[in-house]
């Protein structure tokens, strides 16, 4: 077995080919949201096929889920008796519309003077992908240990892959799920993530009148619809900006503090502009409840016209705290939202979506193999640190193997990847780092069952 320092050399050397395979993944705008094309997801799905194809993986293919695109699937043979290692990315990526201001083409992959690598997709997930190919193409077809791959084709949007894992266990039972789908606070910072925040999602619909109305003649005593939302959404914040809903969970962080610097980067909060909550940086984004209204069915102002709104429809999401119920949770949020009816409106709450919080187990060996393979490929200490996102798929794998390590890593930076945002980046030393940093943790835990 090559020393740690072998490894980093043979990672680092094989950077050109992980660039060359990221730009062109980049390439492939997969965005599998409704109402976008369908065959660019299908040819990403196919290209994941070949991509690992590529590296030596034996019977990769492509599994039917129904209701939504496919996944990709993979299962490695190891030696009898070693334990299964999952390797989780996303194929998928985010919309990129031009409004999103981007100063590059989005699916036309660029490297700046900053050294990283700009495209949607670059970070989020495309660089968990091969990151994983890296690990597979260092480990080499003497695998330490049985090896599955999962890649999801529609993790930004309604998954159906929950449901489709659940119905499938002996497919997807493991000893340690990898999930390669989020990264540290910043570059050369190794970061292992020990808890997510959950998101619950719902509408609400008021209505006041029958039919629109002629403001002047009616405006004053006919309450519309868009005033009424506005009060109920009010209820949702105290005046520190904290959420505030009866029933919802809140909670205190206890690992590694965000770092506020990090955070101002990241966030692209503007100069002179306060921060919501209370408690420290890290409670408010990593352990406190936080709700944010997605959208609104409202006209917008170029084609506003002088009448009171008889209806509107609001979405909303609320991040839940690890630990907490995601049932309980929603159902708080709705029995609120059905609770305000200023001025007696009508109101309507529907729901969206539950994807489960979820906390690590620190003491897990394989969790402790994870955190120990990170301080020697980054040759730094390891930061515990949590997420305000999320990641439902979670909350499936728990079931299918209840007990198994969930690693949550990857080398999505919160200073600078600007996921889900315009001119999304990559710093290609976090993919080669991770590329270490994951063999590694193969290699650890296949020898520390054989110990």
């Keep these: ?61 492509l599994l039917d889920v129904p209701g939504g695109y496919p996944c990709v699937y993979a299962d490695l043979p190891g030696p009898e008796g070693s334990p299964t290692v999952l390797l989780y990315a996303h194929y998928d990526v985010q919309p990129a519309p031009e409004s999103q201001g981007w100063s590059s083409t989005p699916f036309e992959p660029v490297t700046k003077d900053d050294g990283r690598i700009y495209g949607r997709g670059a970070a989020d997930d495309k660089s968990g992908l091969v990151i994983h190919y890296g690990t597979l193409k260092l480990i080499g077809p003497d695998r330490p240990c049985r090896i599955k791959i999962l890649v999801e084709g529609e993790e930004e949007t309604i998954s159906h892959l929950e449901g489709f894992v659940e119905a499938n266990p002996e497919l997807f039972a493991a000893d340690a799920y990898v999930i390669g789908d989020i990264g540290p606070q910043k570059v050369g910072r190794p970061g292992l993530t020990t808890a997510l925040r959950g998101d619950v999602a719902c509408t609400v619909t008021v209505r006041t009148l029958a039919n629109p109305v002629h403001s002047g003649m009616f405006g004053g005593a006919a309450p519309d619809a868009m005033t009424a939302m506005i009060r109920i959404l009010d209820t949702l914040h105290d005046e520190h900006g904290d959420t505030v809903i009866p029933g919802v969970d809140s909670s205190a962080w206890s690992g590694a ?46 084609e506003a016209s002088n009448v009171l709104l008889p209806s509107v429809t609001a979405k909303l999401s609320m991040r839940i705290v690890p630990g907490s119920d995601g049932d309980a949770q929603l159902e708080a949020l709705m029995s609120h939202l059905r609770s305000q009816r200023p001025w007696n409106c009508e109101v309507e709450v529907e729901k969206v979506k539950v994807g489960h919080a979820f906390a690590v187990d620190a003491s897990h060996p394989a969790i402790v193999a994870a955190e120990s393979a990170l301080a020697d490929a980054y040759g730094a200490p390891v930061e515990n640190i949590g997420s305000g996102a999320s990641i439902p798929l979670v909350a499936s794998l728990q079931k299918v193997s209840p007990g198994s390590a969930i690693v949550l890593w990857g080398a999505e930076d919160t200073a600078q990847s600007r996921i889900h945002a315009s001119d999304e980046s990559v710093d290609p030393g976090e993919i080669e780092r991770m590329i270490a940093a994951q063999t590694l943790f193969i290699r650890g835990v296949a020898a520390s069952a054989r110990s």
């Design 257 to 302: 503090d965000m770092d506020e610097d990090v955070y101002r980067e990241g966030s692209a909060i503007l100069p002179g502009v306060d921060f919501l909550g209370t408690g420290s940086l890290s409670d408010r984004v990593w352990a406190k409840p936080s709700v944010t209204v997605l959208g609104m069915d409202l006209p917008n102002t170029a």
């Design 1 to 61: 077995m090559p020393d740690t320092d072998d490894l980093k050399r043979a990672a680092a050397d094989l950077m050109p080919e992980v660039i060359e395979r990221l730009e062109a993944l980049v390439r492939i705008p997969s965005v599998a949201f409704p109402g976008f094309d369908p065959e660019p997801v299908h040819r990403m799905g196919e290209a994941v096929v070949e991509l690992f194809e590529a590296v030596g993986a034996e019977g990769v293919r």
